[in-house]
């Protein structure tokens, strides 16, 4: 498989579920990102993750916690998440290094459902 | 902080005209740029993407345009179809000495109809 692949597609968890979002890229890229796409709302970076830069968007709450055990994959921990949070959670990868151009692919998203 | 705007929001065209969105920025000071199509309730796939030393990208039927200098970059669409309706989206890399995380406009919804 190539590109960037997401599962799983869809979820409909409950406020007090505990879910984890996966991430995989085939593209040997170094950085990872978690971004959340909400209806009408500019896309949110959430996370990243690479070899130069850890990024924590400070608004993004503790219910969500990432890890990146390689620069392959990338996961997405849930726990008592909020009806608000429902929404597409898209995952990208780029190459991060010096001279190198950043271009970003994402996966297809997974969209969530709170209830 | 970087601010990147697209005009317009939403756009309506019949089939066959030529079309061009429109990406502003605020801080000149950029790596590059990169265009992205986003169909309903999918990922973002990407179009084109420009550096900072270049003034046009060609694929296709698009062609994308940069002016640093005016913070302005447009999407050129020859020749439009029912296909290429889906949002447009560009996204700003800050240059060198920030870091490389870009900044998102809000997008360009086209609709073109036959």
């Known amino acids: 498989e190539t590109g960037v692949t997401q599962t799983p597609r869809h979820l409909v968890m409950g406020m007090t579920n505990k879910k984890s979002l996966k991430c995989e890229q085939h593209?040997?890229?170094?950085?990872m990102y978690w971004y959340k796409q909400s209806a009408k709302k500019p896309l949110e970076l959430m996370f990243v993750?690479?070899?130069?830069?850890?990024?924590e968007n400070n608004s993004v709450p503790s219910r969500f916690s990432p890890e990146c055990p390689n620069s392959s994959h990338l996961f997405l921990h849930l726990h008592t998440l909020q009806p608000e949070d429902s929404a597409l959670y898209l995952c990208?990868?780029?190459?991060?290094?010096?001279?190198?151009?950043?271009?970003?692919?994402f996966g297809p998203g997974t969209r969530l459902t709170v209830t | 902080k970087q601010e990147v705007t697209q005009i317009p929001a939403a756009l309506s065209v019949p089939e066959g005209e030529n079309l061009v969105l429109n990406c502003s920025f605020t801080?000149?000071?950029?790596?590059?740029l990169q265009w992205f199509r986003q169909d309903p309730g999918k990922g973002l796939t990407s179009l084109l993407l420009?550096?900072?030393?270049?003034r046009e990208q060609t694929s296709g039927r698009l062609n994308a345009s940069l002016d640093k200098s005016s913070g302005r970059s447009t999407l050129y669409i020859a020749a439009s179809q029912p296909g290429d309706s889906a949002t447009y989206l560009c996204?700003?890399?800050?240059?060198?000495?920030?870091?490389?995380?870009?900044?998102f406009g809000r997008g360009t919804s086209l609709i073109v109809h036959p």
């Open positions: 990208a990868s780029s190459q991060a290094r010096t001279g190198a151009k950043y271009e970003q692919y």
């Open positions: 593209l040997g890229h170094n950085a």
């Open positions: 993750y690479s070899l130069e830069e850890r990024v």
């Open positions: 801080d000149s000071a950029i790596y590059n």
């Open positions: 420009i550096q900072s030393s270049q």
């Open positions: 996204a700003v890399r800050p240059g060198a000495g920030g870091s490389y995380i870009p900044t």
